[in-house]
């Protein structure tokens, strides 16, 4: 059975050298160390050879958090310049590799064209966004456009957890080694809250009701939401929106595992969304482990054979297969 992950991240050197420029709006860089660090760098023999372990025949390639958005004028150019990269793996690499795009969310209508760009001319499958950009939160009218665009070339949208602001981090991410309060603050909890609180706060903002086809990905099954949807139900009662809060969740949004193979989990989710609405990914190589558990797990979980197919490679491929 085909396998393909979705969320398998890379860094780039230019875009690592941009982020030691701005040490005081990201401190996610130094979670970026030893071999984790070695494996965003390489795309290549190596990396497949991994993919081949874990019996994974597809990866499809995202830029790693925080991404561009702290970035300001130079994400422009970075952007292109990894989007390009990007391609020329794909084309390296015929049919181990796709992609999503990096945009420079600090210049909306240059997001706007970059997105277009790399869909159209460069073939990658939608785009990896970053929540907030500085004050901005995902659902500010600034981005509008964005969506619109996404809706009409039928690309879906990834919002991949980043660090809480500095102000957030100091009241509830604080006060313990600086070690302990930056994995407080990104792959323990805050990264999951950050991601899911975007993702709400684009069904609050009524981006949904003016863009009915625009597709979000969520991963880590949903980055909490899923798991809190009686209580988010009651935003019905208070935001005046044109379907209850359910209905968006299963009409605008999929969920990926992120590496997370849990059974529970993808019950959890299939429950509430779907068979035909969860896609698989490693999350590699923060949750990379020798062993083939990606393959195990989808061997193993509470799935018949084409649910199983659906989770594997089936939901991704169909919505991948309108875009523009």
Known sequence: MKL???EEHFLTNE?????????EEDPTQHLHLGEIENRLDEIGNTRISLMDESGIDVQVLSLTTPGLNNLGNASVHLAKQTNDFVASVIKKYPGRFQGFATLPFPDP???????????????????????????????HKDFWPLFECAEALNAPLFIHPQIPQKAIRDIYYSGFDD????????Y???WHYEAGIQFVRLVLAKVFDRFPNLQIILGHWGEVI????????SLNRSANLDKPFIEYIRQNLYVTSSGMFSNSYLQRAVEIIGSVRILFSSDYPYQYRPGRDGRKFLEQVSLNQDEKEKFAHGNWERLIEKIQ
Do not use: H
């Open 188 to 190: 323990a909890l805050g």
């Open 15 to 23: 875009i690592r050298n941009a982020w030691k420029n701005f040490p």
């Open 4 to 6: 393909i992950a979705i």
């Open 179 to 186: 070690q302990v309060d930056l994995a407080f603050s990104t």
């Open 226 to 233: 899923l798991f809190y949807l009686e209580r988010l139900a």
């Open 109 to 139: 209508k240059e997001a706007v064209k970059e997105l277009e760009r790399s869909i159209k001319k460069l073939g990658l499958k939608g785009a990896m966004l970053f929540g907030r950009t500085r004050e901005k939160n995902i659902d």
